[in-house]
């Protein structure tokens, strides 16, 4: 997180193009002119380091200090910082690659003046630009390839053959690093295995005063007269009684192009678009690797997710394993107190029995006979449920105390559930 002066950024973008001043900072250019804005320090007007280069007389703005101190502190907190290590490792590999292999600056000859037509579309944009040219064969002044199978691209048709020519290379780019193109009906995909990009490429309008054509200003002349007839009491209930409202603005297409990513890309670049040095066309390279690197953070976001929901599940599956441990325990404690109890109720009736059995039997009473009777079958049935098989048995059929106990958990209890009241 670099600290530095006025001075200290006043010297950098007067010595160094914005670009490249912000990407050591790693941020973008607009975000470094909107930090001197904002503590007042004067930056190149646009065209300076153009007009610089080809050796005309250029004016610096002068530095004019300032007491607050708060404006001389200027810190600036990198985009990249919050950019996972394996993102920025493929931003960097692919901005290397590109400065190793520029043996022809695409910017001074790929102008939307200068491209070609396509004659063989790349497979996944062929039918998008099928669709645009039999648009613009229409002249209908907007072409659109919307729908299954399509790109999902609306523009004027004076740019159809540039969008065709920018998709194309797009496209092809993408094979280059692995990544597929798929259209998605009103937009279009990068995709790697499960991860996808979705992103649109639009086209800049613009709001015009509308300018009444020939037709619109004889309708008007003639409702105008109408409204004159009625005016003298002369009725006219004919079909041109109403007439629709010319707008007051057109939208029209300005020609400039843009591409959007969809979604949060946590400090990485989302968007390209025309500039005066520079068109989408220049710059396809960078946006593979946008859209790449958006991809891979996805990836990440997606494995952490994964992991999140396999953790949860540990989780839940330890809790569920503790619930069953309770749950037996109570049923281990419910038996023994039974036994005792059982063993108890043994010792009385034999102690009963053995007292008073005798005693009944000479009395030749039938009532008490058959209660002592009854007695020594009760006492037979509790002695049968403490012998040892059979409460073996019982203990391996309820699984109380197994040799493998499948409810034993090796990192002991699972933290308790949160309670959110």
Known sequence: MPTLTRQEIYDLVWSTPMTKAAESFGISDVGLAKICDRHRVPTPQR???????????????????????????????????????????????????????????????????????????????RATALVLRRAQALKSGVAEAIGPGLCGISIGVKSVERIIFILD?????????????????????????????????????????????????????????????????????????????????????????????????????????????????????????????????????????????????????????????RERESQRKRLIHKIIRTEREVAQLREWISTYGKGVTSTNDADLIRMVDWAQERLAALQENLNPFNLSEQLRTRKLFPEVDELDDPLGEPPPERQWY
């Open 169 to 325: 290379r797009l496209a092809r780019a993408c094979d280059g690093h692995a990544i597929s193109l798929v259209a998605k009906n009103d937009r279009m995909a990068a995709v790697v295995g499960s991860d996808e990009a979705t992103f649109v490429i639009n086209e800049k309008r613009k709001q015009i005063e509308h300018v009444l054509t020939e037709a619109e200003i004889a309708a008007e002349a003639k409702h105008r007269k109408r409204n004159e007839r009625i005016g003298r009491n002369r009725f006219d209930w004919d079909n041109d009684y109403f007439i629709a409202v010319p707008p007051k603005f057109d939208i029209i297409r300005t020609g400039e192009l843009g591409l959007q990513i969809y979604g949060w890309g946590e400090g990485l670049r989302r968007n390209w678009k025309d500039g005066k040095t520079q068109t989408l066309e220049t710059m396809i390279d960078k946006i593979v690797t946008g859209l790449e690197a958006y991809i891979v953070t996805l990836k990440l976001r997606r494995e952490a997710d994964e992991r999140a929901e396999a953790e949860q599940n540990e989780l839940e599956r330890r809790r569920g394993l503790s619930k069953a441990r």
């Open 47 to 125: 065209g300076y380091w153009a007009k610089k280069e080809a050796g005309k007389k250029v004016k610096q703005t002068i530095f004019v200090k300032v007491d607050d101190p708060l404006l001389d502190r200027i810190v600036i907190n990198p985009s990249h910082d919050s950019i996972p290590e394996p993102v920025r490792e493929v931003i960097e590999k692919r901005r290397a690659e590109r400065k190793a292999s520029r043996p022809v600056q695409l910017k001074a000859i790929l102008t939307p003046s200068t491209i070609e037509p396509v004659t063989e579309p790349h497979p996944a944009i």
